[in-house]
């Protein structure tokens, strides 16, 4: 912290050295970084990610300070139209997805492709009016045909669904139960009744007498020319079938012409608010963001080019998430760390230096340590002596292997553990461990170390440590942190970290969807009323060190058999 008072001092009295860019492994981390700056009367300070849990932190997040900007006015209006077109065209692209799924054919698609290769069947589908019409509502039908564009290829969806058919069907149905009324045949036409226009009331009697041929002919395709009124449905359905193949390749090339649109759009309205965010960047001190935002957001990184990069827990990072950070205006890279500790975590196991094949990669060694333990020009470093958090039964285990010139500090001195015979111990059993779960090939977990853990927590606490925070229970595995939760959770409220409760929710959230779609069944959720002061602190050891209650633990139980590790 006291380095990074000296380096804003510097700052102030160099011109043009731009804001100072502080990453972090983890959002925890980060979070406490910045609030150490807070509290040190740092403030001008942005952070870039949206997974902060300080509240703190929230008036100083990027997004939020890009709400409240006072955006020029040729910004308003790039996005104003950004936002428009992109209304319009998603609009666009629901619909063409909607019908490709559904195999049906617009009736604008298909007016294109007619109008281009079979202008007479366009013309009788989407420019001439239609004849058919409900003699007790001749108004409203001559009205839909003046209209018909309007209504969206009236005309069309007529001819598709056969409602012209129906309708001369239901027209010949009445005049058959008409037993007083004579009636003579009518031709196929059966729209004559928008045909006269000199339409009176004698005439409507007389053609009240008329019956209509209904369409039935089978034609194979080559010959369904002429006029599509008088195609049966078979027919309409034999010939709507033959134009659907190159519709659905023109709805495909439009859609892929509209998506790359859409995606111009979301460029334009990001690049919008990119130069907001740029100019916001430039103009602040500090700039915190974690080692995975970095990669992210490595264009506006190289944007800000930042003079200055300090990297937390360096040992635990990435080398590429380090390298994403550098451009050619990096001038200064501070690294904080400690290469004897944990390294980055690399899901697949083939790619870590453990592995035969993964030495050749060396995936989890980061920049830090390479730099430092490299054979030849080794990195020049400055390490750190004096310890101020463990006992000295514990940092001696670590003095004698790692650390030989490790100093205990003078607030190391703790009490003695109440209700125990010693600070340090190690126990022994022959229990053996569960079978595997779904937790992975190198999860482990054993029932009985879940059992001896609650009843020693349960010990613990009647010795006086029931305050939150006095009881930590570190495990190297994801399976047994989950039989721990499932065990403790009942008793006690238990503090997680974010990536090991992720973790846990993942995998518990697949195994839930496999059960309730086996079963059929959906889980209820229980509530459990349990006394605050019951809480203890449950993690793997590999996230434990981010735990903001790390300095506070008084008790902490190591729960791992050590001839798995």
């Known amino acids: 912290m006291e380095l990074m008072r000296v380096l804003l001092h510097n700052r102030e009295l160099t011109e043009d050295s731009g804001p100072i860019l502080c990453i972090c492994y983890t959002n925890h981390a980060l979070d406490q970084f910045l609030e150490h700056l807070l509290d040190k009367d740092i403030t001008r300070i942005i952070r870039i990610g949206s997974r902060s849990k300080s509240k703190r932190m929230d008036t100083y997040s990027l997004e939020d300070r890009v709400k409240s900007y006072d955006k020029p006015l040729h910004l308003k209006h790039a996005i104003w139209e950004s936002s428009e077109a992109w209304d319009e065209l998603s609009e666009n692209i629901s619909e063409l997805q909607k019908a490709l799924r559904s195999n049906d054919l617009p009736w604008m698609q298909v007016e294109r492709y007619l109008k281009k290769h079979y202008p007479d069947q366009w013309v009788q589908l989407f420019e001439q009016p239609p004849s058919d019409i409900d003699k007790d509502d001749s108004f409203t039908t001559i009205q839909r045909v003046i209209d018909h564009k309007e209504h969206g290829g009236y005309l069309f969806h007529r001819w598709v669904r056969g409602i012209d058919i129906d309708e001369m069907e239901i027209w010949n149905k009445e005049m058959l139960e008409s037993k007083d009324t004579p009636w ?18 004698e005439e409507e009697e007389e053609e009240d007498l008329y019956m209509y041929d209904i369409p039935s002919s089978d034609r194979p395709l080559h010959l369904l020319d002429g006029d599509v009124w008088e195609m049966s449905m078979s027919e309409r359905d034999r010939l709507l079938d033959s134009w659907r193949p190159q519709i659905r390749d023109y709805m495909m090339r439009e859609l892929n012409q509209t998506l790359e649109g859409a995606m111009t759009i979301i460029k334009q309205k990001n690049d919008c608010f990119d130069e907001i965010r740029r100019d916001l960047l430039h103009n602040t001190s500090v700039i915190g963001i974690t080692t995975s935002g970095a990669a992210k957001h490595q264009d506006l990184i190289k944007a800000v080019a930042p003079k200055i990069i ?43 230096s453990d592995s035969a094949i993964g030495r050749h990669y060396n995936l989890d060694i980061s920049l830090f340590e390479r730099l430092i333990t490299a054979k030849t020009n080794p990195l020049p470093s400055s390490n750190l002596t004096i310890q101020r958090r463990m006992r000295p039964e514990i940092s001696s285990l670590i003095r004698n292997t790692l650390y030989p010139y490790l100093e205990d500090g003078q607030n190391v001195n703790y009490p003695d553990v109440s209700g125990m015979g010693s600070n340090l111990y190690f126990m022994d059993h022959s229990h053996p461990v569960d079978s595997k779960d779904q937790y992975g090939p190198q999860s482990f977990s054993n029932t009985f170390e879940v059992k001896m853990v609650e009843a020693l927590v349960h010990y613990l606490m ?11 229970i570190l495990t190297p595995y994801l399976g047994q942190l989950s039989k721990l939760r499932a065990c403790l959770s009942g008793n006690f409220v238990l503090v997680m970290n974010e990536r090991d409760q992720e973790q846990l929710d993942m995998q518990d959230s697949e195994k839930e969807n496999v059960t309730n779609a086996r079963d059929g069944a959906t889980p209820v959720p229980v509530v459990v009323n349990i006394p605050l002061k019951s809480r203890l602190t449950l993690q793997t050891i590999d996230n434990y060190q981010v735990s903001e209650l790390t300095l506070v633990n008084k008790c902490i139980i190591f729960v791992c058999d050590m001839r798995l590790i």
Request: hydrophobic share 30%; net charge negative; proline share 4%.
């Open 184 to 201: 003579i045949e009518k031709s196929t036409n059966p729209y004559a009744l928008l045909d006269d226009e000199n339409y009176d009331s």
């Open 310 to 352: 300090i990297c937390e827990e360096a040992g635990e990072v990435i080398e590429s998430h380090i390298l994403a950070t550098l451009s050619s205006s990096t001038e200064h890279l501070i690294m904080i760390g400690d290469h004897l500790q944990l390294r980055p975590q690399i899901q697949t196991y083939n790619l870590t």
């Open 462 to 472: 009647m010795n006086g440590y029931h305050h939150p925070g006095d009881i930590a």
